[in-house]
């Protein structure tokens, strides 16, 4: 080993072990992105400072640590020992302090300033020390300077050795040298050109698990590198025994313990040289930073999951200094309860304060104080509203713990922020509730007993006589009204036995009903006639459950009952005989129970008796005709579902198979509550009307008929003129054909013009051939301006020849009707003609107007209007009657004929006397089926 003397061997691990230290500090302050660490007095970072006094404490000599004035730094156990002073009672003083002559502090300083200027980096010199008892010891003392990476000079080492313990200087040195190198706590090891290890101390070993005689020899690479980098180290160290590449100061690597772990290794490499210069090996210094790189990644696993915890919960985490005046950490809800930037909070750590609410300002301060003092006896703070800008607030709890360092002193403040607003409102709310509930049951409170008293009164204030007896029959409680209509002898008295005062007539039942009560806990009630004051009257005993074992009863007296009940099944049988006389009978349906009531008139009216008929929905509904069977059954779910009265006719069939028409009309009905208990209502014979309305239609239809071949006879003239134009002018094409045929041309357009006619006129025979057909009425869907049009083609010669113009406006939206078609164009054609025989004898111009637009949702209206001379006043009344006329020589049934036509349509007509002069007709007619 080249380096055998203290002196060497301490500098050359001073330096490797400095050099680590730096590289060491460096790596990790780039790893974590933290600021570098300051500096301590011998040039290592600051936390290495612990790492080197204890290796400075375990070496056998006497080395104290001293700063570039000489003040003691540390001075380890062997020094604090040879001087007899404590460790810690060194650490400050000044290193001349021990210097004993005048001429060696002297000297000492003169070296002092030359070793901080850096013209020296060693000395020795021997000297006088004294120690803590006065006691002088002669010592020999070696001076060592300390560098940072820049060479410059940040400290210095003394190794002390009492001059009486020297044997000779050269053994001296290399006892310590070896002891050193037995007790450091880095490997040093030496592995020679041929990339085998030469050398290495004992913490070596037990970092690489195994014993010396286990390592020395062996190849270096081939049996502690792992297969990963195996290859890469061995290419630099070759290039390094090459003298291609200058020693690496710090460098990382895994190596592979015998037992085969893999451990993180940080090295310093020296080169050595033999006596020629020539590079013969490397000696590296390697600290084991497996657990450090390990403690590095849980802490930054921790300060990962930090993060995420207090990015993501809802509450706010905040770290502040123990005077609250600097802020160290804040989590991102700050910027949602405070409205302002986390950056604002560690610029300014007192700017929170001006958003919290005036009212809470004082008691929030008072509470930081106290905990600024070191009161953390409530985690607490006191709850505080955060105002924002646009003026709306949250309120927060929050809590604080402190954070203590080794000494029991509070370094930190760590707290929890919670936004507490939905909980305030929900207090505020439940507060409010709880109000409104207090004054509830205090005014219900107040309810009750109002009631209890008016329960009390009412008792005593019952016209009726209320009893209370247990089941022997003993009388409990009474309110003394009219004890005669129950009492035959004796007074009414509580203790007393009912049974004991009733009369014998009644005593067993109401002893029988009481015990019923009793037993099955149902009501009871007895019905009892009663002479009082020659009178004869009628009561009533209610028996019912009460309380527990008791029995409360009613009497009460019932002759105005008794007597309307007399009265009305006098009443009810005049009913029944009205209802025969009328057809007309009445029924309820239960829709609780589903039973189904039917008076005898109804019997009557089905053919049917109660004897051989069960009435219900069901059996019902079989009597119905199978055609009418769907429609009723439509109806009656219509009315449950949306309860509305009906009125319907529908045809039943006899058990004799009589078919019979009947108009039924029912209705809801709703007990108190408003819930639908019933269907009720009336059923009445209508087949004599039903006959008397088809006969009317019969004879209807046949007036009209005759109304329509009269018009037709008044028609002649101008329909013969209609089918004359026509075919005459069929004639004249048939004969242009037949020369232009001879003359060989073309006769497609005169062929065209033959068939056109011939439609028209077939159109018109078609349309005379309706009117003057006899056909019952017939109600379809159809365009009413297709009518209007059809018929004025039917008077178009008259029109031309009375001079009278036809102005035709209609609203094209609306012009659908359903009703008979052919009867209604009788009516128009009756309107048309009334009008132009109106206007015959009027001067020029002659005006017939036809208006079509909708009137309502569901009809439509048609008004005919004239320019004649109008209707006289005193005859309006009588436009509509039959055989009434205002024409020479008119029958007087086309107007009424008119309305009795539409109307059986379902539709109306009237009159509107024109403002100016003429007369005006509105026909409405429905635009659908009625029962649609």
């Keep these: 080993m080249p380096h055998t003397t203290t002196a060497e061997l301490l500098n050359e691990v001073t330096r490797l072990r400095r050099r680590v230290g730096e590289l060491e500090q460096e790596h990790r302050r780039i790893d974590a992105g933290d600021e570098p660490a300051t500096r301590g007095p011998v040039g290592a970072a600051s936390y290495q400072t612990g790492r080197e006094h204890s290796l400075l404490d375990a070496l056998p000599c006497a080395v104290c640590e001293c700063d570039l004035s000489g003040t003691i730094l540390f001075a380890n156990t062997t020094f604090a020992e040879l001087h007899g002073y404590p460790q810690d009672e060194l650490k400050g003083r000044n290193y001349a302090d021990l210097v004993t002559d005048e001429r060696d502090r ?27 008892d006065g006691k002088r010891i002669s010592v020999e003392v070696k001076w060592q300077c300390q560098r940072d990476a820049s060479d410059a000079v940040t400290g210095l080492l003394a190794v002390v050795n009492e001059v009486s313990r020297t044997v000779t200087g050269g053994e001296q040195e290399i006892d310590l040298a070896g002891q050193y190198f037995r007790l450091v706590r880095e490997m040093i090891l030496v592995i020679d050109a041929g990339q085998k290890i030469t050398l290495i101390n004992p913490h070596g070993c037990r970092l690489l698990e195994a014993d010396e005689s286990e390592i020395i020899g062996k190849n270096w690479f081939d049996h502690f590198l792992p297969d990963t980098n195996r290859r890469d180290v061995k290419t630099l160290f070759n290039q390094l025994m090459q003298g291609e590449n200058k020693p690496v100061e710090f460098f990382e690597n895994d190596i592979q313990t015998a037992t085969g772990r893999v451990k993180r290794v940080a090295w310093h490499n020296s080169i050595l040289r033999d006596d020629a210069n020539n590079i013969i090996g490397t000696l590296s ?3 084991d930073i497996t657990e450090r790189l390990e403690e590095q990644q849980a802490l930054r696993e921790s300060k990962q999951i930090f993060q995420q915890i207090s990015e993501h919960v809802n509450e706010m985490l905040w770290v502040s200094s123990a005077d609250l005046q600097k802020v160290y950490y804040i989590s991102p809800k700050y910027e949602e309860f405070w409205g302002l930037t986390c950056q604002s909070a560690y610029d300014d750590a007192t700017l929170w304060l001006e958003r919290i609410h005036p009212e809470d300002r004082e008691s929030l301060m008072e509470n930081m104080t106290r905990k600024i003092q070191g009161d953390f006896s409530s985690t607490e703070f006191p709850q505080f509203r955060v105002v924002h800008p646009e003026g709306s607030f949250r309120w927060l709890e929050a809590r604080s713990f402190p954070v203590y360092n080794e000494q029991q002193e ?30 509830r049951v205090r005014r219900r409170t107040a309810e009750l007993a109002r009631k209890t008293a008016q329960l009390k009164a009412l008792f005593q204030g019952l016209p009726d006589l209320v009893l209370v007896v247990d089941r022997r029959g003993e009388i409990i409680n009474f309110n003394n009204r009219h004890p005669e209509y129950l009492l035959s002898d004796g007074d009414l008295t509580s203790g007393n036995k009912l049974w004991d005062l009733l009369p014998e007539e009644i005593r067993l039942p109401f002893m029988e009903a009481v015990q019923r009560v009793h037993t099955d806990w149902r009501r009871e009630s007895i019905d009892y006639p009663l002479t009082m004051k020659g009178e004869q009257r009628w009561c009533r005993a209610r028996v019912q459950p009460y309380l527990q074992d008791e029995i409360l009863i009613i009497v009460e007296d019932i002759s105005e009952q008794k007597f309307a009940e ?45 004897a051989s008929f069960n009435p219900g929905p069901a059996t019902f509904l079989e009597t119905i005709h199978r055609d009418d069977r769907s429609r009723v059954e439509y109806i009656v779910d219509q009315v449950l579902k949306f309860d509305f009265p009906y009125s319907i006719e529908f045809r039943i069939v006899r058990p004799s198979g009589a078919v019979r028409y009947v108009h039924e009309r029912g209705t809801l009905r709703r007990n108190a509550a408003g819930k639908i208990v019933s269907m009720q209502g009336t059923v009445q014979d209508i087949t004599e009307r039903q006959e008397a309305i088809r006969k009317t239609q019969e004879y209807r239809d046949i007036l009209a008929h005759a109304s329509r071949l009269s018009v037709m006879g008044e028609l002649t003239a101008g329909i013969s003129h209609e089918l004359n134009q026509p075919l005459t002018a069929i004639a004249n094409y048939s004969s242009a054909m037949k020369t232009r045929i001879e003359q060989g041309q073309d006769v497609s357009d005169l062929v065209r013009r033959i068939e056109a006619l011939s439609h028209r006129s077939g159109d018109i025979v078609r349309r005379l051939r309706l009117m003057s057909e006899k056909r019952p009425q017939e109600l379809i869907r159809f365009n009413i301006l297709d009518s209007i049009r059809s018929t004025l083609q039917l008077i178009e010669y008259e029109l031309r020849q009375k001079q009278i113009n036809v102005q035709l406006v209609s609203d094209s939206r609306m012009s659908v009707v359903y009703a008979d078609r052919v009867q209604i164009e009788q009516v128009l054609s009756n309107l048309f003609l009334n009008a132009m025989d109106a206007m015959s004898e009027s001067p020029l111009s002659r005006m017939l107007t036809i208006k079509v637009a909708p009137a309502g949702e569901f009809m439509v209206r048609v008004t005919v209007s004239d320019t004649g001379p109008g209707v006289p006043d005193d005859f309006v009344g009588q436009l509509f009657t039959p055989f009434t006329t205002t024409k020479e020589g008119g029958l007087g049934i086309g107007l009424s004929l008119s309305r009795s036509l539409v109307e059986a349509s379902g539709g109306k007509i009237s009159f509107s006397p024109k403002s100016d002069s003429g007369a005006s007709f509105d026909v409405f007619l429905p635009c659908r089926k009625m029962d649609e």
């Design 106 to 132: 002297a000297a000492y300083l003169v070296v002092l300033e030359q070793l901080s200027r850096g013209q020296l980096s060693s000395h020795s010199q021997e000297m006088g020390h004294c120690q803590q």
């Design 566 to 610: 007399i009265e009305l099944n006098r009443t009810h049988e005049k009913l029944s005989e009205a209802q025969r006389l009328a057809h007309i009978g009445s029924w309820d349906w239960n829709l609780t129970d589903g039973t189904l009531w039917w008076s005898e008139e109804v019997y009557r009216i089905f053919g049917v008796t109660p």
């Design 285 to 287: 210094v390697g600290i």
């Design 410 to 439: 509070v370094t930190r403040m760590v707290g929890i922020i919670e936004d507490i607003t939905q909980r305030k409102l929900d207090e505020d709310a439940i507060l409010k509730e709880n109000e409104v509930l207090e004054d």
